[in-house]
Structures are given as structure tokens and as C-alpha cells.
Nanobody, 120 residues
């Protein structure tokens, strides 16, 4: 019903930056809260950031506060995650997700993920 496609991942050195994009198709994402999550091999999925429908409110995990910024462009059905000052511990597959009422856990739609690797 809603397809979410992440892009922008890659290999970056510690201290560098990447911008991830999450583009929705099949249905507009403009009416949904959107979140970013990440998962490293052998570890649990963890919440990274979320943004409200109009982009007024944002919420970040403590581990990324001050380094990551979530934003959205509803006209383009796109949500972004700007990642600065990247650390090796940020290495993970990053997923975007849409449609939630709890901000940090349960979302209806999920993308396939994009790999982010931060080298030391």
C-alpha cells in the first residue's frame, strides 16, 4: 500500500556526514509521522529519530542528539536524515518507517533499509 525506499547510505570516515532520504510511493506520506531506525548485525533494532506530520516536532535518541537532524518535504513525499559527526558505532542498516502513534516503536510501514558504514 505504501512503499518506502531509503537511499544515501554508504561508506564514510569517522567525523564525516551523510544524508539519508526516504521516499514514499503508492501513497503520500505527508499525513504520517515518520521515523528512522537502525539495526546492526546481531543487535536489536533501535530508534534513531522521528518527525511529526508537519515537521514541527522532532524526537531523537540520546545517542544521536546534536549530530543527526530529521526533516521532511511533504510535497516530495520525502523524509531526510542528515547525519553529521558520524562515529563507527553509527554503523548499521538504517530504515525509515511511517504511521505511528508512539514515536519510537510501532510503525505500520517500513522500508528495506540502506547500509551506513563508518570507518575509524
Amino acid at each position: 500500500q505504501v512503499q518506502l525506499v531509503e537511499s544515501g547510505g554508504g561508506l564514510v570516515q569517522a567525523g564525516g556526514s551523510l544524508r539519508l532520504s526516504c521516499v514514499a510511493s503508492g501513497r503520500t506520506v505527508s499525513g504520517y509521522r515518520v521515523g528512522w531506525f537502525r539495526q546492526a548485525p546481531g543487535k536489536e533494532r533501535e530508534f534513531v529519530a522521528a518527525i511529526s506530520v508537519m515537521g514541527v516536532s522532532t524526537y531523537y535518541a540520546d545517542s544521536v542528539k546534536g549530530r543527526f537532524t530529521i526533516s521532511r518535504d511533504n510535497a516530495k513525499n520525502t523524509v531526510y536524515l542528515q547525519m553529521n559527526s558520524l562515529k563507527p558505532e553509527d554503523t548499521a542498516v538504517y530504515f525509515c518507517a511511517a504511521d505511528s502513534t508512539d514515536w519510537t516503536q510501532t510503525y505500520r510501514y517500513w522500508g528495506q533499509g540502506t547500509q551506513v558504514t563508518v570507518s575509524s
